[in-house]
């Protein structure tokens, strides 16, 4: 692993951050920066928000595989490493079969884009692979750095862990909501789980191997929501974070959501609560 991400990050989608949010997110400690929303193949995003802080790493959660060609995802790479070596990790995926019209073989798919990246000297230990099941768990550890599941619990995390082994990257997602009020959370937290995700087959399939049932994915049970969106204090938040580092993975990196769905006032106010009880603010 060539990039250092810390023990805790934020995800945040594409159209959510700002340069000036990165560098308050760098601020408060945090180790990285997640960009969700399939981030194009010029990679102009993670390269701004690069230069607009010093420190922190910023990783793609993720380049979608049939979005973005591999050669130029490659050539944007190899333009940020020069600029800022040892702060990018490229995060990839092959997304969902709903997405694409024309879904070919998914593993193989991948296999294919990664030995697109491997020609191009995209670094193995300089790139995760978005990975949920034991089959693309297993490609992660031996083709890339690891893996970056979303969308997962600590029992998900455990499993995925004993399938890797020692020495990959395990760096899963999970949606938080800072409140004492468990109907409030779940009225944040059960749409943004709900749709799309609920009614996708790759997360339906993983989740069900994780012992959740159909009736729980068909109702968005307040049993799977509680367990996708963790909620509470910040204390609580922070343990429920930290049951991934004890289940094995070696970052974790949260995604906060809020009423408004933006980084409002709410949101930075959790952003720093989070930060105090991980241990990473001195404010």
Known sequence: MSVDLGRYGIWLRRDQLTPGLATEIEALGYGAIWIGGSPPAD????????????????ATGIVNIWQAPAPEVAESYHRIEKAYPGRFLLGVGIGHPEAVREYRSPYETIVGYLDELDAAGVPVEARALAALG???LRL???????????????RHTAEAREILGDGPLLAPEHKVVLSTDPEYARTVGRPKVRDPYLRLSNYRRNLLRTGFTKEDL?????RTIDALVLHGDAAAVAAGLNAHLEAGADHICAQILTASGTPDDEYRAALRALATELGLSRA
């Open 218 to 222: 068909d109702t968005a049970s307040d």
């Open 140 to 154: 992660s550890g031996e083709r890339t750095a690891g893996a970056a599941p979303y969308l997962t619990t600590p």
């Open 134 to 136: 034991p089959k693309v």
């Open 43 to 58: 990679l102009a995003l993670p390269e701004e928000l690069l230069a607009a802080t010093t420190r922190i790493a910023i």
